[in-house]
């Protein structure tokens, strides 16, 4: 039920957003699943590098084959899910007695915030979808009486 509420709110957020200022927080539906583990920084921050590794490789393939459009989104998205499924199959990053879950935010989520980079930066887009991911959980705790979200 809550991750019906914070993709819907993260809809609403992100399309006042896109009116008001024309930025785009990584996608209609990513600010909704980042504000659901912003608890998590190491997941959220393994989103965010899948989603600029998925940048940067689309951006290598395209010296090779014409991208733009919607060839841009559909390779984003399928890069993006690759780099999503190689976090599922290891999952665990261990740094010494430091062990880290890497898990990316779904499969969509990476290919998403790579697409809306390529097409209007790294820092708006980055900075837009920490904006309104902070603001849909801030609102689900508020309509859920300020229970924090498991």
């Known amino acids: 039920m809550i991750l019906i509420e914070a993709v819907g709110i993260g809809m609403f957020l992100s399309l006042i957003l896109t009116e008001t200022i024309g930025l785009a927080a990584g996608g209609i539906v990513v600010p909704g699943y980042i504000a659901l583990v912003l608890h998590h920084p190491v997941q959220v921050i393994a989103t965010v590098l899948a989603g600029m590794i998925t940048f940067l490789i689309v951006k290598l393939l395209s010296k090779y084959i ?30 010494n007695a430091l062990s880290m879950n890497i898990q990316t935010v779904g499969y969509v989520i990476p290919g998403l915030i790579a697409y809306w980079i390529a097409r209007q930066g790294i820092i708006p887009t980055l900075s837009a979808m920490v904006i309104v991911s902070s603001l849909v959980r801030l609102i689900i705790i508020i309509v859920h009486n300020g229970v924090v979200l498991p």
């Open 66 to 95: 014409i991208i733009y459009g919607r060839r841009l989104l559909i390779i984003s998205i399928l890069v993006g899910y690759l780099i999503a499924y190689f976090t599922r199959v290891s999952p665990v990053l261990n740094l």
